[in-house]
């Protein structure tokens, strides 16, 4: 049995300057998620995506809603500190599979200082 490709995987940090308001550009990563997040990067796909959207709390899921009643859990939020700190959980795998265990999960965090 292989090491867990998601255990290789190196450490990934970016940084992004936005030309927004510390509350706007969280407001805008969070509940605006639909609005950036490409379609093509869903299971349903651009022309099938109904919505797909974070419920805004911890414990939150992250998730995708598609045609006949498709939904699609991709995550789950352990911080939402507005503005300045979310952390989640992506359920989804290095081999874009549904990860279901936490050891597999890719951790993510969103950080925004003024």
């Known amino acids: 049995m292989g090491q867990d490709p998601a255990a290789m995987a190196p450490e990934l940090?970016?940084?992004v300057d936005v030309p927004l308001a510390q509350?706007?550009?969280f407001d805008l990563f969070t509940r605006g998620f639909s609005r950036?997040?490409?379609?093509?990067f869903t299971w349903s796909g651009e022309d099938l995506l109904a919505d797909i959207?974070?419920?805004?709390?911890?414990?939150?899921?992250?998730?995708?809603?598609?045609p006949y009643g498709f939904r699609a859990d991709l995550g789950r939020i352990l911080t939402w500190s507005p503005p300045t700190?979310?952390?989640f959980l992506w359920q989804i795998g290095p081999t874009e599979s549904r990860c279901p265990t936490r050891r597999r999960r890719a951790r993510t965090a969103a950080a925004s200082r003024p």
């Open 53 to 66: 959207g974070m419920e805004p709390r911890k414990d939150g899921l992250l998730v995708e809603r598609g």
């Open 23 to 25: 509350d706007a550009a």
């Open 13 to 15: 940090t970016a940084a």
């Open 85 to 87: 700190r979310l952390t």
């Open 36 to 40: 950036w997040w490409p379609g093509e």
